[in-house]
C-alpha cells in the first residue's frame, strides 16, 4: 500500500464527515473540521477528482494486493459517496431558494436557471471576470486602510444602474474587503451593478457603533460618488454582508438616517432600498447592550430582507436568524424572505459553488422585484 494513497483516502474521509455532520467542539476538532468544510463543502467534486485519480493510480503501480489494500479502496468508495451527497445538498439549493422566493413574494418569482457547469466544477476558484473593472483602495472616511473601499463596475460603464454594497465578516476583529462573496459582486457588476466592498475599523480599538458609523459612511459616499462608476443611487442601494458584515447590513438598514450613527453626517441619506444578510449573526452586539441587536429595531417602514442560512452552520445557529426574521414578519410592511440553505455550513459564499450560485439566482430575483415595486410607487 502507498502511504501516499493511504493519507489521501483518510483525508478525504475526514472530508466527507466534516461536510456531513455539524460539528461544534471540542475546539482543536472544531477549528480542523471548520477549516476544511469552509473549502470543501461548497467545492466537494476536488476531493472527488483527487480520490478517483490517486485510486486509478494505485491499481495501475500494483499497490492494491492485499485484503487491508481492498479495504481503504472500499473507504475511498464511501468518502466519494459521502461526497455526492455533500454536492447533492448544494444541487439543492436551486430549489429550496425557489420556493423561498415564490412563498414571500409570490409565485413564479423564483426561476430554476442553468447553472455555470463550466465554472463550478473546473473553475471554482477564480472569481474575475474579464468585464468587469475593479477600482481598489478609495477612501470613504479618515480611518486609513481601515476606511477604504473597492469598486467594481462593468468596463463599459453603463448608466443608471443600482447600487450593491458589501460588508466582510470576521468577528468584527479581522476580515477585510475583497475576499467575501465576490461572485455576486462580479456577477451583478457584469449585469450593471455598482458593487462596493469596504473596509470598516475593528475590534478591540474600536467597537460599536464605530462599525455602524463606518457603514453609514459607505452608504453616503455611495450615494455621493457612485454615478461616477454608472450608478444611480436614487434608483436602488442595497446593503449586504456575511457574517458580522450580515449583522452590520441589518442594523443599517434599521436605523435609516439616524443622528446618533452619523455624526458630522447627519444630513445625508443613508436609507437603503433592501438588505441581504448572509450566513449573518443577527442578535446583539457580543451579547451586550439589547439595543444593538436587529431583532430589537424592527420596524413597520422596514426594507425588504432577504437573509440566507445553511442549516449546518457551525458558528451561528438557525435559530438566531430565524429569530430576526420572525420580528420583522409581526411588524414590517415589507417582505422578508428567508433561505435555509440545505448543507450549508458557515462562510458558505466564497466560491462558485452550486449553492452560492443558486443563491446569487436568488438574489437578483430579489433584487428584481424590489426594483420593480419601488418604480411603481
Not at 114 to 120: E, N, S, T, Y
Not at 184 to 202: E, F, T
Not at 272 to 285: D, E, H, P, R, S
Request: hydrophobic share 45%; charged share 20%; aromatic share 10%.
Amino acid at each position: 500500500m502507498a502511504v501516499g494513497y493511504l493519507v489521501t483516502v483518510v483525508l478525504a474521509a475526514l472530508i466527507a464527515v466534516f461536510c456531513l455532520v455539524l460539528i461544534r467542539g471540542p475546539k482543536p476538532l472544531f477549528y480542523f473540521s471548520y477549516r476544511l468544510g469552509l473549502v470543501f463543502n461548497e467545492m466537494p467534486f476536488l476531493v472527488i477528482y483527487a480520490l478517483v485519480a490517486s485510486t486509478a493510480l494505485a491499481f495501475a503501480e500494483g499497490d492494491i494486493a492485499t485484503v487491508a489494500d481492498r479495504v481503504v479502496v472500499g473507504l475511498a468508495v464511501a468518502s466519494a459517496a459521502g461526497l455526492v451527497i455533500v454536492a447533492r445538498r448544494g444541487m439543492r439549493t436551486a430549489s429550496v431558494v425557489s420556493l423561498a422566493l415564490d412563498e414571500e413574494l409570490g409565485a413564479g418569482t423564483g426561476t430554476r436557471r442553468r447553472p455555470p457547469l463550466a465554472r463550478i466544477l473546473l473553475r471554482p476558484v477564480f472569481r474575475r471576470r474579464s468585464d468587469v473593472r475593479r477600482v481598489g483602495n478609495l477612501s470613504y472616511g479618515d480611518a486609513g486602510r481601515r476606511n477604504l473601499l473597492d469598486v467594481y463596475h462593468h468596463r463599459s460603464r453603463p448608466e443608471g444602474g443600482p447600487v450593491l454594497i458589501h460588508f466582510h465578516g470576521g468577528h468584527y476583529d479581522q476580515g477585510r474587503k475583497n475576499t467575501q462573496s465576490l461572485p455576486l459582486l462580479y456577477r451583478l457588476a457584469s449585469q450593471g451593478w455598482v458593487c462596493i466592498s469596504a473596509n470598516y475599523r475593528l475590534r478591540p480599538a474600536f467597537s460599536h457603533p464605530d462599525h455602524l458609523i463606518d457603514a453609514k459612511k459607505v452608504i453616503a459616499w455611495a450615494r455621493e460618488h457612485a454615478k461616477d462608476y454608472g450608478a444611480d443611487p436614487t434608483e436602488a442601494v442595497f446593503v449586504s454582508g456575511s457574517s458580522a458584515g450580515g449583522h452590520m447590513a441589518a442594523l443599517a438598514a434599521l436605523t435609516p438616517n439616524e443622528p446618533s450613527y452619523q455624526p458630522g453626517f447627519e444630513e445625508a441619506d443613508t436609507s437603503v432600498t433592501a438588505a441581504i444578510a448572509l450566513n449573518g449573526y443577527l442578535g446583539a452586539y457580543f451579547d451586550e447592550d439589547p439595543a444593538t441587536s436587529p431583532v430589537n429595531l424592527v420596524r413597520a417602514d422596514a426594507p425588504p430582507f432577504l437573509i440566507a442560512h445553511g442549516d449546518l452552520d457551525e458558528l451561528v445557529e438557525t435559530e438566531n436568524p430565524k429569530a430576526l426574521v420572525t420580528a420583522l414578519r409581526s411588524v414590517s410592511t415589507s417582505p422578508v424572505v428567508y433561505v435555509e440553505l440545505p448543507g450549508g455550513h458557515h462562510a458558505f459564499d466564497l466560491f462558485h459553488s452550486f449553492r452560492f450560485e443558486a443563491l446569487i439566482d436568488g438574489i437578483e430575483e430579489f433584487a428584481a422585484w424590489v426594483r420593480m415595486g419601488k418604480r411603481a410607487t
